[in-house]
């Protein structure tokens, strides 16, 4: 069984910064594919970012490129997505997802999932 486990989230105003993380572990597992997906109030989850293994490729939904960074620490199993100039519209429960193959910004094609981390973000 493998877990993910998010951290990080909390109520900042706009214009702050977050850092998230998310933790692995349970049987040997190294994902090819992590990302993060959030999800507000009435409206589906959305593709948030994308990290490979090595992370030397990444990708962004168009909302927060330029403001988000997702990185890896393979090491520890453990991903991040620093958030930065954070605005309300980032409002949302936070998730982290982990795939065998290389990572999409389908939520299906995702193995695993953590439980969610609450941002909240004040005008």
């Known amino acids: 069984q493998v877990q993910l486990v998010e951290s990080g989230g909390g109520l900042v105003q706009a214009g702050s910064s977050l850092r998230l993380s998310c933790a692995a572990s349970?049987?040997?597992?190294?994902?090819?594919?992590m990302g993060w997906f959030r999800q507000a109030p009435g409206k589906e989850r959305e593709f948030v970012a994308t990290?490979?293994?090595?992370?030397?490729?990444?990708t962004y939904a168009d909302s927060v490129k330029g403001r988000f960074t997702i990185s890896r620490d393979n090491a520890k199993n453990t991903v991040f997505l620093q958030m930065n100039s954070l605005k309300p519209e980032d409002t949302a429960v936070y998730y982290c997802a982990a795939s065998r193959y290389w990572p999409t910004s389908n939520a299906r094609d995702y193995d695993y999932w953590g439980q969610g981390t609450q941002v909240t973000v004040s005008s």
């Open positions: 349970g049987r040997t597992f190294s994902p090819s594919g």
């Open positions: 990290s490979t293994r090595s992370g030397g490729t990444t």
